[in-house]
């Protein structure tokens, strides 16, 4: 995985950047914003590939998966 993406900013806190040079976070360490960005990572690969694990409230359907991935 690429760690370039996690940095520190002038506040001291931790953040990782995802596509549309977006920030996430603010985290209180390294260690947070590295597991966050994995978190993040896995999320937008089972989208892409279609394994997505909708929270039961919405129900199965699968056909919203095609714009899920472009936000990854």
């Given at each position: 995985?690429n760690?370039?993406?996690?940095?520190?900013?002038?506040?001291?806190?931790?953040?990782?950047s995802?596509?549309g040079?977006?920030a996430?976070?603010?985290?209180t360490?390294?260690?947070?914003?590295d597991?966050?960005?994995?978190?993040?990572?896995?999320a937008?690969?089972?989208?892409?590939?279609?394994?997505?694990?909708w929270?039961?409230?919405?129900?199965?359907?699968?056909?919203?998966?095609?714009?899920?991935?472009?936000?990854?």
């Amino acid at each position: 995985m690429n760690t370039d993406r996690i940095y520190q900013a002038e506040d001291e806190q931790w953040y990782f950047s995802i596509r549309g040079n977006q920030a996430l976070g603010p985290f209180t360490s390294y260690h947070e914003a590295d597991s966050a960005l994995r978190l993040h990572v896995t999320a937008c690969n089972r989208r892409v590939n279609g394994n997505i694990l909708w929270p039961t409230r919405l129900g199965t359907r699968r056909n919203r998966s095609s714009t899920a991935a472009r936000h990854c």
